[in-house]
């Protein structure tokens, strides 16, 4: 499948291992870094919805070749780039190519089970698509901190965009499954419709909640574990190795959803992963050091099976007319809760690393703690 193969491309980027210290190189601090997030989370808030409107009227599969081009562009420029300026301008191509792809993927995905009468196999076949993006990961993190110890960092960004050279010519070959056209087919004076449709079924509401939360909160231990592992004093050498692990470690949380379903609802799982979450960042935040590093793998192996217990979830109930842009519309409700949880993060940065990381964490025990009551009520009702 062309898709698991544009997967492993798509991740075998050498360049993440060493992102924040290369950044940091070029004189990129810990406040621009979470700036530069923030821009990057804005411009997907503005970006996610028409992109799946275009997705559900369109070609899915032309939606995910601009959107692999456009992060293939976002690396040449971050090569090139010795200022913030340099670093925003491919933040907003990382952006928009986040965009573009964004709900388009996973619709074309269960389309294409849909039509090969499989569709019951689509949180089986997530997880093996996320396993295959973790190997390759898991392969760029050794060689990319093995080669950061002997050559320039520039090095790994070049083989990344080697690599997403190769992701883009792949999605090329994508077919787009068969589409009814009907009049149930979404209108720009519709672009509201996957809001409307969460926000009207109760139970989905919630379990939205809680993954665009957690699944937040834990974007700022991918974004910032390397400069938590600088700060604890951890060599260089160990990077690759903690990289690998924190990415191995999520495989069997991919691959177990399946089985995870068969004793609790999704809804369960993921209250459950949330508040094992909440507790990791605020450890995270009140006894750093190397215990903090086993925290953070920890909290790697709950993280894993949220999105394929949620996608499962949202795409065995949503209408196909509308199933790029409810997720769009998913995708930017997060990153528009990363984008508050990003000035809170960067408040607690400007005391210390390890302040951020608390203030995330207590942040994500009340939110944990209100949908509880919130879906206590529902089930009293």
């Known amino acids: 499948m062309l898709l698991g193969w544009m997967r492993w491309f798509d991740a075998l980027i050498p360049a993440y291992t060493i992102e924040r210290l290369f ?34 009227r369109f070609e899915r599969r032309r939606l995910l070749q601009i959107g692999t081009a456009l992060e293939w562009g976002s690396f040449v420029v971050l090569l090139m780039s010795f200022s913030f300026g340099g670093f925003a301008i491919a933040i907003v191509l990382s952006g928009m190519g986040a965009a573009f792809r964004s709900g388009a993927e996973n619709a074309l995905l269960y389309e294409t089970l849909e039509q090969d009468g499989k569709k019951e196999t689509f949180e089986r076949t997530v997880g093996r698509l996320n396993v295959i993006g973790i190997v390759a990961a898991v ?5 990319g901190s093995l080669l950061a110890t002997r050559f320039p960092f520039e090095l ?13 010519a792949c999605s090329v070959g994508l077919v787009e ?3 009814v056209a009907s009049d149930e087919r979404l209108t720009w004076a519709d672009i509201g419709a996957g809001f409307r449709f969460i926000r009207q079924h109760r139970q989905l509401f919630i379990l939205t ?37 924190l990415l191995l470690i999520q495989i069997p949380g991919q691959l177990i959803v399946p089985t995870l379903l068969r004793f609790a ?11 094992g979450i909440s507790i990791g960042f605020v450890m ?6 190397l215990n903090g590093l086993v925290v953070m793998v920890g909290m790697a192996c709950l993280i894993s099976a ?28 997060l990153h528009g809760g990363i984008i508050l949880l990003g000035l809170l993060f960067a408040i607690g940065a400007g005391v210390t690393l390890f302040t951020a990381f608390l203030f995330i964490g207590i942040t994500v025990c009340v939110h944990q703690w209100i949908v509880t009551v919130m879906a206590t009520k529902e089930d009293a009702s």
């Open 23 to 56: 950044w940091e190189s070029r004189t990129i601090t810990i406040q621009e870094v979470v700036y530069l997030e923030m821009l990057y989370a804005v411009l997907v808030v503005i970006l996610e919805v028409p992109t799946g409107v275009l997705a559900d």
């Open 209 to 245: 909640s809680l993954f665009i939360v957690t699944i937040g909160a834990f974007n700022f231990i991918d974004e910032f574990w390397q400069l938590y592992a600088r700060d604890i004093e951890l060599p260089i050498y160990w990077f690759g190795m903690m990289s690998t692990i």
């Open 139 to 143: 392969l760029a993190a050794i060689s």
């Open 306 to 333: 949220i999105e394929p217990l949620y996608l499962g979830a949202l795409h065995h109930h949503v209408p196909s007319a509308i199933r790029a842009t409810t997720e769009s519309s998913v995708s930017m409700l």
């Open 284 to 289: 995270l935040g009140l006894f750093p050091g």
């Open 156 to 168: 790994n960004y070049m083989l990344s965009i080697v690599s997403l050279s190769i992701a883009t």
């Open 177 to 179: 499954p068969r589409r």
């Open 265 to 275: 609802p999704a809804e369960r799982w993921l209250h459950w992963i949330g508040w």
